[in-house]
């Protein structure tokens, strides 16, 4: 039989509990998302432009390049994406330094302000949820989100993780 740490036998869970699993990960996603989602509806912003610029906001001076593959979309729906950010005033697109046919993204002083107001939102809801929860689930709840992740996937997030280290 499989062991997880501390010994415990792995659990091995009936369809309904995992029904249940997949119902609450719907509406956690819900939650997680409804105070940016408010946010950006003022701007007629979505998503696609909350997860641009969370990335640029944490890799400054990303190229088009990293962040298409950190998002894992199309260049056509990346461009247009940015497109936007820029002609509002949110992101800036710089020539690169070493190569002149890159471009480097970085949040204007708007861009980083949006951006810690998105963060803010999702970082208070994340913070009373691992308070309610506790310090195990914390770190139970990562490995789940981890281990659910398609390996090309989660290629992509530890390439993200060991870059901000």
Known sequence: MAEVQGGEALLFLTDEQLQQGIEAMFFAYQGFTAD???????????????????FIARKPGTTVTNLLNILGVTKQSLNR?????????????????????????????????LERELSDAQRARMRAAYRAAGPGAVTGFRQVLEAMMDPDMRRRYQTLREAQS
């Open 36 to 54: 940016p989602d408010r946010i950006l509806s003022t701007m007629a912003y979505g998503r696609a432009h909350h997860r641009a610029i969370h």
């Open 81 to 113: 994406v940015l497109r936007t950010l820029v002609e509002d005033g949110l992101v800036a697109s710089r020539v690169g330094k070493s190569d002149k046919r890159e471009r480097n993204l970085h949040l204007t002083q708007e861009g980083a302000a």
